[in-house]
């Protein structure tokens, strides 16, 4: 395995709580797949809501396996971006996949609201909708996600010698992906 390969829980949860938002694809009926945020409750289960008329919500209902994609920060690496023409271009990128069991469950629809707002809000709250929100979260239905087993990517380089891994970190430094390159970099 690649020094940017090697992944822990910490890097898992870093990109979730990222980049929440995931694409749901239901075992049952794949083609019913929807993206949709999802955020960590702190006892190791992910909460989110689906669109109650959704097809995705019968099929979930009825059975309940999952896969959860996850695409965080990503870009192209030119030969340009390593500054070498002797080296093959390729995509840099950290992602998840997660086998989950997931649970629609009308409890959950205020909770995951509320955690997703103050997960990916720092100032507005639900309650500057007013009566409007009772509206709105009438519309979604909540649900848990327990992780079955997990399967993150983090292409973080190709092994790179120090100063193309270098050459490429300075190119993306600032970005999201460049966090992601450095931060590999000093655990690597």
């Given at each position: ?85 002797d080296w093959a271009p390729t995509w840099n990128f950290a992602s998840a ?77 600032g970005t999201p992906l460049g966090d992601w390159l450095a931060e590999a970099?000093?655990?690597?």
């Amino acid at each position: 395995m690649s020094l940017f390969e090697q992944v822990g829980a910490s890097d898992l949860d870093r990109l979730i709580d990222q980049i929440p938002l995931a694409w749901i694809v239901p075992h049952a009926a794949p083609e019913t797949a929807l993206m949709m945020p999802l955020v960590r409750d702190g006892e190791g289960r992910l909460l989110g809501h689906l669109p109650r008329r959704h097809p995705a919500v019968a099929t979930l209902t009825a059975q309940g396996h999952a896969q959860l994609l996850f695409l965080g920060p990503n870009a192209y690496v030119s030969t340009a971006t390593a500054g070498r023409d002797d080296w093959a271009p390729t995509w840099n990128f950290a992602s998840a996949r997660l086998a989950v069991d997931i649970v629609i469950d009308e409890s959950l629809t205020a909770p995951a609201l509320a955690k997703t707002v103050a997960h990916l809000e720092t100032e507005w709250t639900t309650e500057r909708l007013g009566p409007r929100y009772a509206e709105l979260a009438a519309r979604v239905i909540g649900f848990s996600a327990t992780v079955r087993s997990a399967h993150p990517r983090f292409k973080l380089g190709q092994d790179e010698r120090p100063e193309v891994r270098e050459q490429i970190a300075k190119h993306f430094a600032g970005t999201p992906l460049g966090d992601w390159l450095a931060e590999a970099a000093r655990t690597g």
